[in-house]
């Protein structure tokens, strides 16, 4: 599988080269994107990703540095559907969203926006709590319960026969001991609200096998050397500080 780092900053004011939290995981012919901060949709299109594959959207909790690129990625959908002479069979969108209003909130927009927003493709959204909220012959996915905010999740992620565990926001590392019980093969994980070291340290004792740091803040972004140097000294040379646009084989 390819997974494609599109956002991977927290949720501050513009930085340059820097944009809110989204990755998209790419296996099978088929696209799922794990949150989607401003600017997911232009950042995956120009990065090379038919954002036409995507079937399923997670968005770990509603905050705004996870959902505010969420119309412009359905919007440029439709777009390239539409206006660009795609003719191909393009599968049904279902956005997994803890409170359906913020996603009913977006399709209002783009029911206002141009053509009414009518696409030949179905877009839904449905409201998940705790469990397995998906399925299909590429990857499953089950969220649990993060301390972040009320109705805020982690993900347990398998694909290709792989574990990956994504954080979303969480309040402390011990958020994440369900969804890493047994380890993973790799764990995607915030440094916002828990420090570069907690969560190396946390990844290490869990048995992850990689470990990915995204939604990075200031802490991190401010000294990028040395918070690489101190990853690969915490952890081991498979962490990673990543970038936007950055693309790993996994
Ligand atoms: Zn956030």
């Keep these: 599988m390819n997974i494609h780092f599109l956002g991977t900053g927290a949720g501050t004011e513009p930085l340059c080269g820097i944009h809110h939290q989204s990755f998209a995981i790419e296996t099978g012919g088929s696209l799922y ?3 989607a901060g ?21 968005i770990t909790h509603t905050h705004m540095d996870h959902v505010g690129g969420l119309g412009s990625l359905l919007w440029n959908m ?18 997994f969203i803890p409170k359906l209003a913020t996603y009913d909130a977006f399709m209002t927009i783009l029911h206002n926006s141009e053509g009414g927003f009518d696409t030949r493709f179905d877009v839904s959204g449905k409201e998940y709590s705790c469990g397995e909220i998906y399925r299909d012959f590429n990857i499953t996915v089950e969220a649990f ?12 992620i398998v694909c290709e026969g792989k574990i990956i565990v994504y954080s979303g926001d969480i309040a402390k590392v011990a958020d994440l001991d369900s969804a890493m019980a047994g380890g993973c093969d790799a764990l995607v994980c915030e440094t916002a609200h828990v420090s570069l070291r907690q969560v190396c340290e946390y990844a290490k004792s869990q048995h992850a096998h990689r470990l990915y ?11 990028r ?6 990853a690969a000294n915490l952890f081991g040379d498979t962490a990673v500080v990543t970038n ?3 693309t790993v084989v996994l």
């Design 145 to 156: 319960a993060t301390n972040h905010v009320p109705h805020s999740y982690c993900f347990r």
């Design 78 to 95: 439709r777009k390239l559907h539409s206006n660009v002479g795609y003719t191909g069979f393009v599968c049904p969108k279902v956005v």
């Design 213 to 223: 740091l995204v939604h990075n803040g200031r802490e991190v972004l401010g000294s």
């Design 33 to 35: 994107f794990f949150d």
């Design 244 to 246: 936007d646009g950055m």
């Design 225 to 230: 050397k040395q918070s690489e140097l101190s």
């Design 38 to 58: 401003e600017g997911c949709a232009r950042l995956a299109h120009l990065g090379g990703v038919n954002l036409l594959k995507t079937k399923a959207i997670f």
